[in-house]
């Protein structure tokens, strides 16, 4: 088992830049893919990166492609997602999840429902 709890989320305006963390403990965090998924008021929960054990593999949405990167810190276990070129259309709690799965490759994006542990989530707000 593993728990996760974010951290970094704020106020921002657009075009600026934030840096969440999902600090972990439990199991050891290379056992797991991470993602990063997020919900905006009155809307589904998605998909925004996923990243396998090793770090070697990284998926985005397409809305987040070239602005956003998920990075993770094994040793440190703790998972990183740098926002850049905000939009007021990326305001969202942000939640980190982790998977038992092995994934050498990640080929597409993660499902929640796939997911087996989250963390609470931290806000982002984007002003324009």
């Known amino acids: 088992q593993v728990q996760l709890v974010e951290s970094g989320g704020g106020l921002v305006q657009a075009g600026g830049s934030l840096r969440l963390s999902c600090a972990t403990s439990g199991r050891t965090l290379s056992s797991y893919l991470m993602g990063w998924f997020r919900q905006a008021a009155g809307k589904e929960r998605e998909f925004v990166g996923g990243i396998n054990g090793n770090g070697g593999s990284t998926y985005y949405a397409d809305s987040v492609k070239g602005r956003f990167t998920i990075s993770r810190d094994n040793a440190k276990r703790t998972v990183y997602l740098q926002m850049n070129s905000l939009k007021p259309e990326d305001t969202a709690v942000y939640y980190c999840?982790?998977?038992?799965?092995?994934?050498?490759?990640?080929?597409?994006?993660?499902?929640?429902?796939?997911?087996?542990?989250w963390g609470k989530g931290t806000l982002v707000t984007v002003s324009s």
């Open positions: 999840a982790a998977d038992r799965r092995f994934m050498d490759v990640i080929r597409g994006p993660l499902s929640s429902s796939g997911m087996d542990y």
